[in-house]
């Protein structure tokens, strides 16, 4: 049976119950941190007060034990110093900010792979109001600044957790000439639907092809449910959604067989979402993988399919020497060429911001 997008009915939201919470000292001595454990107190979810600002006891007796303990806990932590000093984030944003860090997904080709150090435990900050303060000292009066949430986490799959999206979008709401740009691949939005976003905020929903999303992308909501979330966020207040600037996602791109065909029927189903004018943008990520994320997410997921060929692929160095693979030239052309086509075909008013 063919995935269709059904704007009639409303589809009980994804949601991810970590089976234990975990809350510094720290965290617990911020404002924040008690609004997130009132929250996490009224869904019935157990916790653990810990004595000092360290959290211990995640690991396994191998890699794979450790990512199933980590990837069942949340802890409520306060960021570190470090996370002031803000990093540009090109073609993205202008800067990246972090209100948390691990995602609760399974995504096989997960891009925090080795980027985060220690067990991939799902980290939300407790002094968010801090953080969002320190925007501020980025911004250039009279210049638009963007900045994007999304970089270490999955901001709308821990938010029923946490509230913490929602503070951002409501803070962006009252700035000028600043922006939020958040993605997800969950589905629950109807806390946001309401808020005073301003049209500062970019709602985004992160897709693939059925192939890629249905065999690489555990524990999140259906493509098809995340398309009705974008919907609902796009569509004006009148008609009972948020109003919001949207974009879609496509990431990442894999030349898996009969490619052109999948995402054909892919921008079928988002042709078919969002059947009315919006204000929507594009961006489109080809899968590259670099040998320590490759390594890493052998040892998550060891009998995974994912192709990381080393042979069928292109080094490609950063200018701090790293290494990455990507598809070849010829393939990145074509492949380029196939999708840009396709959106100015279907969607005339839509942006393409970057292919990477």
């Known amino acids: 049976m063919l995935d269709t997008i059904d704007k009639s009915v409303a589809v009980t939201p994804k949601l991810w119950m970590p089976e234990r919470v975990l809350f510094t000292p720290a965290a617990l001595d911020e404002p924040w941190g008690q609004q997130i454990l009132k929250r996490v107190q009224s869904l019935n979810l157990p916790i653990e007060e810990l004595t000092r600002n360290r959290l211990t006891n995640l690991r396994g007796e191998n890699e794979r034990e450790t990512y199933d303990i980590s990837k069942r806990t949340l802890a409520v932590v306060t960021a570190p110093p470090s996370s002031f000093k803000l990093s540009p984030i090109p073609p993205s944003a202008d800067w990246q900010f972090h209100i948390a860090e691990g995602c609760p997904a399974h995504c096989q080709y997960c891009y925090l792979a080795g980027s985060l150090s220690g067990p991939p435990v799902i980290r939300t900050f407790a002094n968010l109001p801090q953080i969002l303060d320190n925007l501020a000292n980025y911004e250039q009066k009279g210049e638009s600044t963007s900045y994007e949430v999304s970089c270490y986490t999955d901001p709308l799959g821990i938010e029923h957790l946490t509230g913490s999206l929602e503070l951002c979008i409501r803070y962006f709401g009252t700035r000028e000439n600043t922006y939020l740009r958040w993605v997800s691949k969950f589905d629950a939005v109807d806390n946001l639907l309401d808020l005073p976003h301003n049209n500062h905020t970019r709602c985004r929903i992160s897709v693939n092809a059925a192939p890629v999303s249905g065999r690489f992308e555990g524990g999140t909501a259906s493509v098809t449910s995340r398309l009705n979330a974008l919907r609902r966020l796009a569509l004006p207040r009148t008609e009972g959604g948020g109003g919001y600037p949207v974009g879609i996602v496509i990431a990442p791109i894999m030349l898996i067989d009969d490619w052109q065909m999948h995402y054909s029927k892919l921008f079928d189903l988002i042709s078919d979402a969002l059947d009315f004018d919006c204000d929507l943008t594009f961006e489109?990520?080809?899968?590259?993988?670099?040998?320590?994320?490759?390594?890493?997410?052998?040892?998550?997921?060891?009998?995974?399919?994912?192709?990381?060929?080393?042979?069928?692929?292109?080094?490609?160095?950063?200018?701090?020497?790293?290494t990455k693979y990507v598809y070849e030239a010829d393939t990145m052309k074509t492949m380029k060429r196939f999708f840009e086509n396709d959106i100015i075909t279907r969607f005339a008013n839509a942006k393409i911001l970057y292919w990477t």
């Open 284 to 322: 489109l990520i080809s899968h590259r993988f670099t040998p320590g994320s490759k390594e890493v997410l052998q040892s998550w997921y060891p009998h995974s399919k994912l192709d990381m060929d080393e042979a069928k692929r292109s080094v490609k160095r950063n200018k701090f020497g790293g």
